[in-house]
């Protein structure tokens, strides 16, 4: 059963479960424009620019040599009411409204994972500056989106992704997503470059905890880089 736990205003606002038209971009305080003519189709996880497909994804190029059998094991506890994908909708959306200022429901098995993430200070006084953004590399026909880009009450610019892990042991165990992020500080140096990223940060919620990696976006870069040009040898083989 769905509760109402954070309100804007101490009003609970109504979530629609369905929806015929795509979702508005979300309101921010600095908003960076999105790229004109990027698109993303969720369903299909793929992304198209001035109507061109693109080949690939940041989530698609990390992952290519992921051995069958831990792939396997990923995608079985992926699905159901339960699953990791459930649980990642949940408190990314749970984040995404609470950086919004909105009021916030969610299924009351979920508040472990969400009311540590929403208390953790690094959201506490930022300004947002983008959420849920949209990044691509035409050159490598590529497409990708980070969950936050943030001023922190310190004036840093830091841009994070949310992983979510299903015990409290896993937070600590949990690695940073370096390469992810780098692909994102690229992208963004490229359509944005008078924003520069002061700080890469992973965010890892876990029940009753939540902890925040953080990394100098040269090292992120640094790992992408490498990253991309050992999938790039890959496609020299297709």
């Not at 369903?43 to 069958?68: A, F």
């Not at 990791?84 to 909708?89: D, I, P, S, V």
């Amino acid at each position: 059963m769905p509760i109402p736990v954070r309100a804007c205003n101490g009003v609970a606002l109504q979530v629609e479960f369905a929806h015929t038209v795509p979702e508005a971009q979300p309101f921010v305080l600095n908003p960076m424009r999105p790229i004109d003519g990027l698109e993303f189709y969720e369903q299909w996880h793929r992304y198209r620019l001035h109507g061109e497909w693109l080949n690939h994804s940041v989530t698609q190029v990390l992952s290519h040599d992921m051995p069958r059998e831990k792939m396997a094991m990923i995608m079985k506890y992926k699905d159901g009411p339960d699953g990791w994908a459930a649980r990642g909708n949940a408190c990314h959306k749970a984040l995404e409204k609470h950086l919004n200022g909105e009021g916030i429901i969610f299924d009351n098995k979920w508040a472990p994972w969400i009311d540590p993430l929403l208390d953790c200070p690094l959201f506490q006084g930022a300004e947002v500056i983008a959420l849920e953004y949209r990044l691509c590399d035409s050159h490598k026909s590529l497409g990708g989106s980070f969950d936050f880009l943030l001023r922190d009450i310190e004036g840093k610019v830091v841009l994070g992704d949310l992983k979510t892990v299903s015990k409290k042991p896993a937070v600590k165990r949990r690695e940073p997503a370096t390469k992810q992020l780098g692909a994102y500080v690229a992208m963004l140096n490229d359509h944005h470059p008078m924003l520069p990223v002061d700080e890469c940060v992973t965010v890892i919620s876990g029940p009753e905890e939540c902890k925040v990696l953080k990394q100098h976006p040269d090292e992120c870069l640094g790992q992408w880089v490498d990253a991309w040009d050992f999938f790039e040898i890959t496609l020299e083989d297709w």
